[in-house]
T-cell receptor, first 113, second 114 residues
Framework: GENVEQHPSTLSVQEGDSAVIKCTYS??????FPWYKQELGKRPQLIID?????GEKKDQRIAVTLNKTAKHFSLHITETQPEDSAVYFC????????????FGPGTSLSVIP | GAVVSQHPSWVICKSGTSVKIECRSL??????MFWYRQFPKQSLMLMAT?????????EQGVEKDKFLINHASLTLSTLTVTSAHPEDSSFYIC??????????FGDGTRLSIL
């Protein structure tokens, strides 16, 4: 089955700096890669996703890149703000809405004011 | 956007009792629902996938007799933790998907077994 790895497990950055989280996946059949932000005790919130026919996607301060050949994908947050502090999970799935989503282990991001 | 309601949000009970958690899709038909478990400071681990009207598919290592899943309608799935013990204490989250809807997560249930 699919296995998703994620690095780093913890990340501290100064407010205004950029944060980068990297993930790898194992199943070449995966073609949908969502990123979730989870605040303590709350549900995961989808913040951005990318499909395998696209190499990069950007939404304001957040961008994702995908290297399908290497099975790598990354999340980039620019101009970080304290409210960006949370746990971020990468995940892999197929584009079928009924397919299971496999989560990475998570990255705890702290943005220091 | 689509809404998934999960109930209860918090439950505390004695060891040996059974606990039922409900997951409802409020504005779309959920052909598939997923149940996850999350221990403190860990990731979401998929427990099982349930399709409406059929038996759930459990992930490796998840005891199907311990975690009973019922998905009797297109808007409701339930997870029953039978004979719960302290090691079953965790955050349980459901998600629902169907038709053109991607997975939408419920708010989660924090289960504490004394």
């Amino acid at each position: 089955g699919e296995n998703v790895e994620q690095h780093p497990s913890t990340l501290s950055v100064q407010e205004g700096d950029s944060a980068v989280i990297k993930c790898t996946y194992s199943d070449s059949a995966s073609n949908y890669f969502p990123w979730y932000k989870q605040e303590l005790g709350k549900r995961p919130q989808l913040i951005i996703d990318i499909r395998s026919n696209v190499g990069e996607k950007k939404d304001q301060r957040i961008a994702v890149t995908l290297n399908k050949t290497a099975k790598h994908f990354s999340l980039h947050i620019t101009e970080t703000q304290p409210e960006d502090s949370a746990v971020y999970f990468c995940a892999a799935s197929t584009m079928a809405s009924y397919d299971k989503v496999i989560f990475g282990p998570g990255t705890s991001l702290s943005v220091i004011p | 956007g689509a809404v998934v309601s999960q109930h209860p949000s918090w439950v505390i009970c004695k060891s040996g009792t059974s606990v039922k958690i409900e997951c409802r899709s409020l504005d779309f038909q959920a052909t598939t629902m997923f149940w996850y478990r999350q221990f403190p400071k860990q990731s979401l681990m998929l427990m099982a996938t349930s399709n409406e009207g059929s038996k759930a598919t459990y992930e490796q290592g998840v005891e199907k007799d311990k975690f009973l899943i019922n998905h009797a309608s297109l808007t409701l799935s339930t997870l029953t933790v039978t004979s719960a013990h302290p090691e079953d204490s965790s955050f349980y989250i459901c998600s629902a998907a169907g038709g053109s809807q991607p997975q939408h997560f419920g708010d989660g249930t924090r289960l504490s077994i004394l």
